[in-house]
T-cell receptor, first 111, second 114 residues
Framework: KQEVTQIPAALSVPEGENLVLNCSFTDSAIYNLQWFRQDPGKGLTSLLLIQSSQREQTSGRLNASLDKSSGRSTLYIAASQPGDSATYLC??????????FGKGITLSVRP | ETGVTQTPRHLVMGMTNKKSLKCEQHLGHNAMYWYKQSAKKPLELMFVYNFKEQTENNSVPSRFSPECPNSSHLFLHLHTLQPEDSALYLCASVRRQSASTEAFFGQGTRLTVV
């Protein structure tokens, strides 16, 4: 059974800092991994989808990497801003395309 | 705007009420999912529909009844709920290309059972 872990559960950084959010998964037989952002009380917004054949995927200040062999993905946020404050979740599809989610990392960027 | 619309955004219902949640997508996807998100817990998959057929029921109590009349609409019918069913209910429209799976979520319905 796939398990997805995101540690730490919460992170607070000053504005302008570059930061890395980690995601680990137990079953490396995945086809892709997806990173989401969730604002309080809202739905999930897709940030990046990274295929198993890719090592990196970039969108603006965000960069996601995937290392299947080690069961890890990272989301790099450059020059963090207060507007980046949210919960970040990663998810991997399993059998029958069921997505397994981590618990998320709640990020707070202090002005 | 994700292309997935959920209504209502907020719902308060008594334990004897019957209500329905609605999800609509016009992204051309053939799979739609219901998730439950409770405080401090990971998202819990409830139901999966592929081509209007239910392919997954994750041991969900019968007081939750899904319906998928076509590939663009998904409903969750609620009756005789309990206070512990209060949560954010999220709908996802899922695109499958080759072996890749990409999910698009609605804004959710915040349900409070009183």
């Amino acid at each position: 059974k796939q398990e997805v872990t995101q540690i730490p559960a919460a992170l607070s950084v000053p504005e302008g800092e570059n930061l890395v959010l980690n995601c680990s998964f137990t079953d490396s037989a995945i086809y892709n991994l997806q990173w989401f952002r969730q604002d309080p009380g809202k739905g999930l917004t897709s940030l990046l989808l990274i295929q198993s054949s890719q090592r990196e995927q970039t969108s603006g200040r965000l960069n996601a990497s995937l290392d299947k062999s080690s069961g890890r993905s990272t989301l790099y946020i450059a020059a963090s801003q207060p507007g980046d404050s949210a919960t970040y979740l990663c998810a991997v599809p399993g059998a029958n395309s069921k997505l397994t989610f981590g618990k998320g990392i709640t990020l707070s960027v202090r002005p | 705007e994700t292309g997935v619309t959920q209504t209502p955004r907020h719902l308060v219902m008594g334990m004897t009420n019957k209500k329905s949640l609605k999800c609509e997508q016009h992204l051309g996807h053939n799979a739609m999912y219901w998730y439950k998100q409770s405080a401090k817990k990971p998202l819990e998959l409830m139901f999966v529909y592929n081509f209007k057929e239910q392919t997954e029921n994750n041991s969900v109590p019968s007081r939750f009844s899904p319906e998928c009349p076509n590939s663009s609409h998904l409903f969750l019918h609620l009756h005789t709920l309990q206070p512990e069913d209060s949560a954010l209910y999220l709908c996802a429209s899922v695109r499958r290309q080759s072996a890749s799976t990409e999910a698009f979520f609605g804004q959710g319905t915040r349900l409070t059972v009183v």
